[in-house]
């Protein structure tokens, strides 16, 4: 019984440990390689979408816009690529 619980106490601190090293490979573009904010808004309104601001945030840009139906997008780009970053269970909306 007390191999089962020291093994659980260690996979949940390496899981602890894991979380915010995760969070941190989104976006560790340097600077020197960062594209423009108006590639990521020439890009974005080549889609449709209208864009209200674009900021950088967490070594991303951060992006709120609205598409032609009025539906809003929050999302997060890789700096470098301007691909989206896929949201994790734990992202925030709060801007």
């Given at each position: 019984?007390r ?14 440990g894991a ?17 423009p ?21 967490d ?10 139906r009025?539906?809003r ?23």
């Amino acid at each position: 019984m007390r191999r089962t619980s020291v093994a659980a106490t260690l996979v949940f601190a390496v899981c602890l440990g894991a979380g915010p090293a995760a969070a941190d490979r989104a976006c560790t573009v340097p600077l020197a390689d960062w594209q423009p904010r108006n590639a990521l808004q020439k890009k974005l309104e080549g889609e449709g979408w209208t864009v209200l601001s674009i900021r950088s945030d967490d070594g991303c840009y951060k992006v709120r816009a609205t598409n032609t139906r009025g539906e809003r997008l929050k999302a997060k780009y890789d700096p470098a690529s301007l691909e989206r970053i896929p949201r994790t269970p734990g992202d925030s909306d709060d801007d």
